[in-house]
């Protein structure tokens, strides 16, 4: 079809297991034996941009700083976020990991129109469509979103852009998160942690004013960052249950234990010094009927941590893409 | 194309272009989800049976028979589409087919629509007969919700107007509207002379406008009836009428009869809050503010298209309360409650939900200006007024007539 | 054949009869089916009751909600199953506080916003057949409409599906968490058309109603300038919640429809939408005016009151149904293009239906790019069909050759599988198979839609063509 993928496509096929590899910045996510597989990158590079229809495409070797940077120039973005910039687009579909600006601007699959990739029977294929609005065939582009290498080798991705808002800024509040979440208008993001409640508001200064006025206190603050520590994961529970699960985390008084919550999400980044404590956490998602997604370390502990649901017809599926279970071996049935 | 064995006008069926927007406005297809009761449905049924497809026997005969004729498909098809006139068309064609059911109907038809309703002395003997029924309990169950419960008080006769003459306005007396709600007869008399002119009443000729012989599909009876009706007021007087059905059936005369006349006598009919609207410069206005339920009839809302003027003339004394359910029909229907009282009891039950969500009460009352809705929400336990009577009592507040009783 | 297992379970419940089963055989499309039986289930159990007895008899099945559908998606090929939803038509439960609410699949698009209004909220996704189609026919065709510019599709508003698959199970796809383990099967099942399951229950997200909210009516006296305005809007940085185009022939019958005060004699008009907080509200409409004005709109209107505004989206929302009063018949594309060159394309098409001497109007979702070519026509006329479907083919080819896609909003159903060879290769094609296959492996969910014909494998030993009197 196009030359450019021609390498990746023949190494699809000349190897038996095969891990898709971009930046190794989520290597821990969702762990697997490695024996044997051949690590194959995506090509980089900005492949099109078009500022005017508000459309990207990008291959998916590309480094996020380097995707942003590019159409930043053009004054839009397109809300990736991941927690190190150094990640390949590749690698954040695949990951499947949104930011935390997904309040505002929807999860990462409702920012993705059209992917290219190597499957697993060493075909390379179009899935979605290079527009914003598309419904031509399965909306194949949302499996790939956190497929976590088991679909094939991405090798180009096209994203719906944003133009930047006039104003993004980061605010501290004593109000309380959930309580600001239902007082404000689209507000991008409400997170917190166990000291401080953070709104991050964009669009017309004036509205960044009045979204202010809404809340109890409103200082600026600098940007808010992921906790950080040896062991990390990823919870996910239903937002309505964020309250009662941010009092168990309190009460398991895991003093190594350091969270940041996605308020009108459900998401829960933690960090923590020992496995332990990411393992008492993991009792109290499943508890609450979510997920905890182990991001990096905390090795003991199964990166998926409870029967993953429907995996009969994910395995289906998995054998639907790569029949010979070439690509990560072993996850997903 | 020619038109088939129902003998629609190709061209009116053609119209449908099957988008399906008209199926939330039709009460049958909300009760039952079923495509054959449903406008849509009901337009390709007729198709079919026109091109052969389908023969013109039950259940294409039922299916036309289910439909209340309320015609929200009509309002809401942006096509344009005539359901009204297919429907009639349709129903015309299956009245005088042969065979035995269709010889009884028309039987009963030509009782009913001919000798009953149009001749205001067998009426009122019968409304006695049903007063006893009523009573003794006797009173068979299809017909609970299409007789009000009468009383010797409904049943006396209060309204006093001239007959014939020359007036400045008609109104229109009807039949049903005249034997059991004369309470209403009085207020739109009432409210009429408030605006200085002379009023008279016709003569026994305009027993019945026929509306319910023409939905029937009985036309015949229906062009006699319209006939002295148009005899019966002369002249270029504007033609008051307060019932919903019966000024959407006056209305149509011109279409009905075919001919310049009935087009002329058609254009001078109004409904009571139409013309009361155009009369009076700053309708009602006070401080009092009590509450109350709108309920569109069909034939103001589908037919007439007037029912917006309901709320300019109340809206100024009065909290007017709408229904979140888009004025849909309340399942009384002319005879159709006593001719499908299965699918009536459900389409009435969504109806006073959508009226108690709105805020009918036991205090707060139903506003409607047709007798059929009238008695079909009475029945199902809502006090109901007509425009008339509350626009009588704003401006006559001691005119000693009760609202209801 | 199937209608007497039905009558076992409940008599109300399957109907056979086959004046009853002719009403059953097209959608809101042009295509013809033909109906073996039909079944009204009242929930999951009944659904998984009828797709089981399918898969015993190797019946083929379809879901049916309102049958609205554009595509041709709900109707019955080869005597199949039509399963219809519209006794399922439940609000099950709204949970304000999350902004959620479980309904069936039945529920009106249009009941769901009346339900959530009490608090405030509504469901973003406003097809134009808002009043009419159900959720389910919604998540089956990942439905757009005027609103969703700024808010995204169905799939953006659909947290999870409970549905019965092909093979008879029931299973939940999605969750109230936002991220389930594995992937994205919710994603998947949105769009795919009745395919792979039946939706028996979702979960929708009910987004706050805005604070503010400016309607506008631009007015032009050409489309090059109309649709210009559309892309520099767009070019600027702008996302208005709603942007949509009109010609004058739409204009004018919908203007016969609503009186909403739609110029007669534009030749194009806007309708722009702009939400949210008042300084954004305000800047944006000053900008659209502005650009509006620089590319020659000769009226701009804001709309003053609510009335108004309703008056004028009950207009836009009425226009494929007003089109019968131009002629009786139309056929319909829903191809979309980049934004940056509607100018081109829309002057192309129009060129296209002139050159075949066919008339053609266009009422579209503008700021998506979404473009509804409707060529109008009355099939009684010889020959015209033809060239019909030859402006078609040419209007596609042009909007693909622009970067487009085939479909936005209406799906590929039935009329429009033949075209997605056009689109996508033989290899895409394969892929998609390989995913219905995976689910489907008897091929007996909505069977030959979507697909090109020969790339399902249990497609063998199925009659695929169309039945007699069959007119598309
Ligand atoms: C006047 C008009 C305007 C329109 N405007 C728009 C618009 O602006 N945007 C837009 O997107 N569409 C529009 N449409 C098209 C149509 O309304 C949508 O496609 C709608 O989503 C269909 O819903 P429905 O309930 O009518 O589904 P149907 O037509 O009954 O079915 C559509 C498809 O969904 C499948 N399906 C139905 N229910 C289920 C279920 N429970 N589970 C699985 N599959 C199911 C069917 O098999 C079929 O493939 C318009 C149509 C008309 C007539
Ligand atoms: S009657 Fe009108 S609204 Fe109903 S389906 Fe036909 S064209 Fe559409
Ligand atoms: S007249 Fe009323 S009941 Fe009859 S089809 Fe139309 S909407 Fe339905």
């Avoid at chain 1, 090509?43 to 078009?50: C, K, L």
């Avoid at chain 2, 036309?64 to 344009?80: D, H, Y």
């Avoid at chain 2, 336990?381 to 008339?388: D, L, Q, S, T």
């Amino acid at each position: 079809m196009n030359s450019r993928f021609d390498p990746t496509v023949e190494s699809v096929n000349a190897s038996e297991l095969v891990d898709p590899t971009g930046s190794r910045t989520h290597s821990g996510l969702g762990r697997r034996a490695r024996d044997g597989s051949i690590e194959i990158s995506a090509p980089a590079g900005i492949v099109s941009h078009d500022p005017d229809d508000l459309v990207v495409t990008v291959l998916a070797g590309t480094k996020v700083s380097e995707f942003s940077d590019a159409i930043g120039l053009q004054k839009q973005f397109v809300p990736l976020d991941p927690r190190s910039d150094q990640a390949t687009v590749g690698g954040v579909i695949a990951s499947g990991l949104s930011g935390v600006r997904r309040l505002g601007f929807g999860p990462l699959r409702d920012n993705l129109l059209e992917v290219r990739f190597v499957t697993g029977y060493g075909k390379l294929v179009k899935v979605g469509g290079p527009t914003v609005k598309n419904v031509t065939g399965f909306d194949i582009p949302r499996l790939l979103v956190g497929s976590l290498g088991t679909l094939g080798l991405i090798v180009q991705a096209t994203f719906r852009c944003r133009p930047l808002p006039s104003e993004s800024r980061w605010f501290t509040t004593s109000s309380e998160p959930g309580g600001a979440l239902q007082k404000m208008f689209r507000p991008t993001a409400i997170l917190s942690d166990s000291r401080s409640t953070y709104v991050l508001l964009s669009g017309e200064a004036v509205d960044v004013a009045t979204s202010c006025r809404l809340l109890a206190s409103c200082t600026e603050t600098a940007d808010v960052q992921l906790p950080e520590g040896p062991h990390r994961g990823r919870m996910s529970v239903a937002p309505a249950t964020l309250a009662s699960v941010e009092m168990q985390l309190r009460a398991t008084k895991a003093s190594d234990l350091r969270w940041l919550i996605e308020w009108g999400v459900g998401t829960i980044h933690l960090a923590a010094d020992s496995s332990t404590s990411i393992a008492l956490a993991r009792a109290i998602a499943v508890d609450a009927g979510g997920w905890l997604l182990i991001e990096d370390g905390a090795e003991d502990l199964d990166p998926f941590g409870v029967t993953i649901p429907n995996l009969a017809i994910m395995s289906r599926l998995k054998r639907a893409f790569d029949p010979d279970e070439k690509f990560a071996r072993g996850r997903f049935g | 194309m020619k038109s088939g064995p129902l003998g629609l006008d190709p061209e009116l069926l053609n119209a449908c272009v099957s988008c399906g927007l008209c199926l939330p406005h039709c009460p049958t297809f909300r009760v039952t989800g079923l495509e054959i009761a449903s406008p849509r449905g009901r337009i390709a049924a007729m198709n079919a049976v026109e091109t052969g497809m389908a023969p013109l026997k039950r259940p294409f005969i039922d299916a036309m028979a289910e439909c209340v004729q309320c015609l929200g498909c009509e309002t809401a098809c942006p096509s344009g589409v005539r359901f009204g006139r297919l429907m009639e068309d349709s129903r015309a064609t299956i009245a005088h087919r042969s065979g035995l059911r269709a010889l009884l109907s028309r039987a009963f038809g030509a009782i009913a629509y001919r000798r009953l309703l149009p001749n205001q002395h067998v009426l009122h003997l019968l409304s006695w007969v049903l007063l006893v029924a009523q009573r003794m309990r006797v009173m068979p169950k299809r017909f609970r919700s299409s007789v009000p419960r009468l009383t010797r008080h409904r049943l006396r006769r209060t309204l006093n107007v001239t007959v014939g003459g020359n007036p400045d306005v008609w109104l229109f007396t009807g039949c049903v509207m005249d034997a059991w709600l004369q309470k209403t007869h009085v207020a739109t008399a009432a409210a009429l002379r408030s605006t200085g002119v002379r009023i008279a009443r016709p003569d026994s000729r305009a027993g019945c406008c026929g509306a319910l012989a023409a939905h029937a599909g009985r036309r015949d009876i229906a062009r006699s009836l319209a006939k002295s009706v148009v005899a019966a007021m002369p002249g270029a007087a504007p033609i008051i009428v307060n019932s919903a059905g019966c000024g959407a059936a006056l209305k149509d005369y011109g279409h009905l009869l075919g001919d310049a006349d009935a087009e002329r006598f058609a254009a001078r009919v109004f409904d009571i809050s139409e013309w009361l609207v155009a009369q009076t410069a700053s309708p009602l206005a006070t401080e009092a503010r009590t509450s109350i339920v709108i309920q569109d009839p069909c034939h103001l809302r589908n037919v007439q298209r007037t029912h917006d003027s309901v709320r300019l003339l109340l809206g100024g004394a009065f909290a007017l309360l709408e229904t979140n359910d888009d004025g849909m029909c309340c399942g009384a229907g002319g005879g159709y409650a006593a001719n499908q009282p299965d699918l009536s009891t459900k389409i009435t039950k969504r109806k006073a939900k959508a009226l108690r969500d709105a805020g009918a009460s036991t205090d707060v009352a139903v506003c409607s200006s047709n007798p059929g809705c009238t008695f079909a929400l009475e029945a199902a336990g809502f006090k109901v007024v007509h425009p008339a009577e509350l626009y009588a009592d704003c401006i006559a507040p001691d005119r000693g007539e009760p609202r209801n009783g | 054949m199937l209608a007497p297992r039905f009558n076992t379970r409940e008599s109300e419940r399957a109907r056979a009869e086959p004046l009853e089963l002719s009403l059953y055989s097209r959608d809101a499309g042009l295509a013809n089916g033909q109906a073996g039986a039909v079944c009204f289930p009242r929930d999951a159990s009944d659904v998984a009751f009828a797709v089981a007895t399918c898969k015993k008899l190797g019946v083929p099945f379809v879901a049916r909600g309102s049958g609205t559908g554009l595509a041709g998606g709900a109707t019955p090929l080869d005597d199949a199953l039509v399963i219809v939803t519209t006794q399922m038509n439940r609000v099950i439960s709204i949970d304000a506080a999350s902004r959620t609410a479980w309904v069936e699949p039945g529920l009106l698009n249009l009941d769901l916003t009346r339900a959530a209004q009490p608090y405030g909220l509504h469901y973003a996704p406003d097809p134009s057949s808002q009043q009419a189609c159900s959720i389910g026919g919604n998540v089956a065709t990942n439905a757009g409409g005027p609103h969703c510019l700024s808010s995204g599709s169905t799939t953006a508003h659909v947290l999870a599906v409970e549905a019965v698959l092909p093979n008879g199970e029931v299973a939940m796809l999605g969750s109230t968490a936002p991220d389930q383990p594995g992937f994205d099967l919710r994603g998947i099942f949105v769009g795919s058309e009745g395919m792979l399951g039946i939706a028996t229950k979702v979960l929708v997200k009910l987004v706050p109603n805005p604070p503010q909210i400016q309607t506008m009516l631009l007015d032009f006296m050409s489309i090059d300038e109309a649709a210009a305005t559309v892309s520099a809007i767009i070019a600027a940085g702008i996302m208005p919640a709603a942007l949509e185009m009109m010609d004058s022939r739409i204009t004018a019958a919908v203007e016969d429809f609503v009186g909403a005060g739609y110029p007669r004699d534009a030749a194009a008009v806007l309708l722009v939408e702009v939400d949210g907080l008042s300084g954004g509200v305000d800047h944006q409409a000053s900008l659209i005016t502005e650009i509006g004005r620089a590319h020659g709109a000769r009226e701009v209107r804001l709309a003053r009151s609510e009335s108004e505004r309703q008056l004028l989206w009950k207009g836009r929302k009425s226009a494929f149904g007003a089109i019968a009063r131009i002629a009786p018949d139309y056929y319909l594309h829903d191809a979309v293009v980049p934004r940056s060159k509607l100018v081109g394309v829309l002057r192309t098409i129009y060129e296209i239906a002139d050159s075949h001497d066919l008339t053609m109007m266009n009422v579209f979702h503008a700021g998506d790019g979404n473009l509804h070519p409707l060529i109008v026509f009355d099939r009684r006329v010889i020959g015209v069909w033809e060239r019909v479907q030859a402006a078609g083919t040419e209007i596609l080819e042009r909007c693909l050759a622009a970067g487009g896609v085939l479909s936005g909003e209406h799906g590929i159903g039935l009329e429009k599988r033949a075209m997605m060879a056009q689109f996508f290769s033989e290899a895409d094609l394969e892929l998609q198979a390989r995913v219905a296959d995976a689910l489907d492996p008897h091929g007996l969910a909505n069977p030959g839609k979507v697909l090109p014909a020969g790339f399902r494998c249990g497609e063998v030993g199925i009659n695929r063509t169309l039945p007699e009197g069959t007119w598309i």
